[in-house]
Nanobody, 115 residues
Framework: QVQLVESGGGLVQPGGSLRLSCAAS????????MRWYRQAPGKERELVAA????????SYAESVKGRFTISRDNTKNTVYLQMNFLKPEDTAVYYC????????WGQGTQVTVSS
């Protein structure tokens, strides 16, 4: 059974940091590029960051460049999103996505940036 389980969300003050994790199981992790998306209330889901299968290539939305870092540990079948200098506009549900022969999604983790 394919599973993507996100964790690490929560409430943080502006300027703070969070690290999201996404643990994958039920498929060959190294065959899939991994992505983080987010969806704020009333807005469309947007791509935040992506990482290639071997982890050598990454890309980011302009709104998070220089603040967020995506990484993966293929020995642990886990992808991470380190989020620094968080802003209120980063508030959203964050979703992990495995992109390859199939398209798999996690259930999401809430990130709220507020004082």
């Amino acid at each position: 059974q394919v599973q993507l389980v996100e964790s690490g969300g929560g409430l943080v003050q502006p300027g703070g940091s969070l690290r999201l994790s996404c643990a994958a199981s039920g498929f060959t992790f190294t065959n899939y590029a991994m992505r983080w998306y987010r969806q704020a209330p009333g807005k469309e889901r947007e791509l935040v960051a992506a990482i290639a299968r071997a982890g050598g290539s990454t890309s980011y939305a302009e709104s998070v460049k220089g603040r967020f870092t995506i990484s993966r540990d293929n020995t642990k079948n886990t992808v991470y999103l380190q989020m620094n200098f968080l802003k209120p506009e980063d508030t959203a549900v964050y979703y992990c996505n495995a992109f390859g022969a199939y398209d798999y999604w996690g259930q999401g983790t809430q990130v709220t940036v507020s004082s």
